[in-house]
């Protein structure tokens, strides 16, 4: 490609429109990179998402199940002692003694486990954060204020 040196009023005389081509085409590459990354992102994201959601899904049922089981017994548990409700905190204190500390220990495991499913929930949703406040930033590369609009360059 050979420069151009049309004089115009919007163009300077020996303005080197190959380097400019060539600009765009690097702009272009660049681009098609990070579109062809964000494609992979997606592609990667929302296979694993999907099936790993299912699966969870498919825990918590299984879950939701053995824990209404275990209220059940529980609230018979509280009934046959005439009470009105029975904590799971409180389950062991009123088992035979010899039971105490085998309750204690499966309590404590429901709890241990139920915080470090909080735990790391919380943390999907900070990673969950971290990929939407790249995604803005992307956004915010590819269009900054004032550029990539119709009026400029």
């Keep these: 490609m ?17 380097k400019l081509a060539s600009a765009l085409r690097r702009e272009i590459e660049e681009y098609g990179s990070l579109l062809s990354m964000i494609y992979e992102q997606q592609s990667c994201l929302m296979q694993t998402l999907m099936d790993e959601t299912t699966k969870i899904e498919s825990q918590l049922t299984a879950n939701q199940l053995a824990t209404a089981d275990r209220s059940a017994m529980v609230g018979q ?7 009105e409700k029975i904590s799971l905190k409180d389950l062991p204190s ?9 309750f204690q220990a499966l309590v404590d495991e429901v709890v241990m486990l139920r915080s470090r499913i909080k735990d ?23 269009f900054p204020k004032g550029i990539f609009n119709d009026e400029a360059a």
């Design 77 to 83: 548990l509280a009934e046959e002692l005439h009470r």
């Design 120 to 142: 790391k929930t919380q943390f999907l949703q900070k990673l969950l954060e971290q990929v939407q406040n790249t995604n803005t930033s992307i956004i915010n590369h590819v």
């Design 94 to 102: 009123v088992v035979p003694n010899e039971l105490q500390y085998l």
């Design 2 to 18: 050979k420069t151009i040196q049309k004089n115009t009023k919007n163009t300077p005389p020996a303005f080197d429109f190959e």
